[in-house]
């Protein structure tokens, strides 16, 4: 049997946050705290930080375990849990990592390796945290990959999307894309980048079969796109491919985390 179902939960988490803290020479004296919750934070922060290297088989298989348990008891949400509103289109509002649909979307940025802030709110650091640290790992492998082929100072373009195994997360895939950053003001180039990134992620459902996809909002919050303008885009895209390809998705859902954008795509869908 292995070491990691031999383990309770806390077990597995006081021994990760052991295994992650010994994996770095500056914090490997670090201070635990005594407490579930910051342990939970010490162990998200340095799986955060941590760059793409191998890690242990035992380790991997401890994570591994902790990260399904700490999903399911957030509560996995099957496609059926969510109601089509029309056209094979649905908006669900809460975090995505617990939807267990084809592929679910990240919003990336050009290095294609997730965030590196420690805690961050944002979606990317969400994702590659409850997926594990494999994640960032393959992410690494391709973009390495693309390197070799581009230059060594190759990122991700715009609205070129990459797609992964999702780990330890229901989905099955991840869809990582590259949104426009608004600097000054918005642009019809970059309202174009917007739908690209919409196009593109169905584009590539289609030719991986990936029959459900959730969409989280491409390029609001830090890259600055408009709320309003950008859910507009993103369903308007969306309804026009779902036309020209009407049997190849099962459902589309826009997933949304602010009020605000609930309210933006229940008036648009």
Same mark, same amino acid.
């Given at each position: 049997?292995?070491?990691?179902?031999?383990? @309770?939960?806390?077990?597995?988490?006081? %021994?990760?946050?052991?295994?992650?803290?010994?994996?770095?020479?500056?914090?490997?004296?670090?201070?635990?705290?005594?407490?579930?919750? !910051?342990?939970?934070?010490?162990?998200?922060?340095?799986?955060?930080?941590?760059?793409?290297?191998?890690?242990?088989?035992?380790?991997?298989?401890?994570?591994?375990? %902790?990260?399904?348990?700490?999903?399911?008891?957030?509560?996995?949400?099957?496609?059926?849990?969510?109601?089509?509103?029309?056209? !094979?289109?649905?908006?669900?509002?809460?975090?995505?990592?617990?939807?267990?649909?084809?592929?679910?979307?990240?919003?990336?940025?050009?290095?294609?390796?997730?965030?590196?802030?420690?805690?961050?709110?944002?979606?990317?650091?969400?994702?590659? @945290?409850?997926? !594990?640290?494999?994640?960032?790992?393959?992410?690494?492998?391709?973009?390495?990959?693309?390197?070799?082929?581009?230059?060594?100072?190759?990122?991700?373009?715009?609205?070129?999307?990459?797609?992964?195994?999702?780990?330890?997360?229901?989905?099955?895939?991840?869809?990582?894309?590259?949104?426009?950053?608004?600097?000054?003001?918005?642009?019809?180039?970059?309202?174009?980048?917007?739908?690209?990134?919409?196009?593109?992620?169905?584009?590539?459902?289609?030719?991986?079969?990936?029959?459900?996809?959730?969409?989280?909002?491409?390029?609001?919050?830090?890259?600055?796109?408009?709320?309003?303008?950008?859910?507009?885009?993103?369903?308007?895209?969306?309804?026009?491919?779902? @036309?020209?390809?009407?049997?190849?998705?099962?459902?589309?859902?826009?997933?949304?985390?602010?009020?605000?954008?609930?309210?933006?795509?229940?008036?648009?869908?």
């Amino acid at each position: 049997m292995s070491i990691a179902n031999n383990m @309770t939960q806390e077990q597995r988490l006081d %021994y990760l946050v052991e295994e992650f803290k010994a994996d770095y020479d500056e914090y490997k004296d670090l201070q635990t705290p005594d407490d579930t919750d !910051g342990k939970r934070r010490i162990l998200r922060s340095l799986m955060n930080i941590r760059m793409p290297k191998a890690m242990s088989e035992d380790v991997l298989e401890v994570q591994d375990e %902790y990260l399904k348990e700490r999903i399911e008891n957030n509560g996995i949400v099957e496609l059926p849990d969510i109601p089509v509103i029309r056209d !094979g289109m649905s908006i669900w509002q809460g975090d995505i990592t617990r939807l267990a649909v084809d592929a679910i979307v990240n919003a990336a940025n050009s290095q294609m390796l997730g965030c590196f802030v420690p805690m961050h709110t944002c979606i990317d650091n969400c994702i590659h @945290t409850f997926a !594990g640290v494999q994640l960032r790992q393959e992410c690494n492998r391709q973009m390495n990959q693309l390197r070799i082929k581009y230059g060594r100072d190759y990122e991700q373009p715009t609205a070129v999307p990459m797609l992964t195994d999702a780990y330890n997360l229901p989905a099955k895939k991840v869809i990582h894309i590259v949104g426009p950053i608004v600097y000054d003001r918005l642009t019809p180039a970059l309202e174009k980048d917007l739908a690209d990134c919409y196009r593109n992620t169905l584009d590539m459902c289609l030719e991986n079969d990936l029959k459900s996809v959730a969409f989280c909002c491409i390029s609001t919050g830090v890259f600055r796109f408009p709320n309003r303008r950008a859910a507009e885009i993103a369903v308007s895209t969306v309804q026009k491919w779902l @036309t020209e390809h009407p049997t190849s998705m099962e459902r589309v859902i826009f997933n949304v985390f602010k009020n605000e954008d609930k309210e933006h795509y229940e008036r648009l869908v």
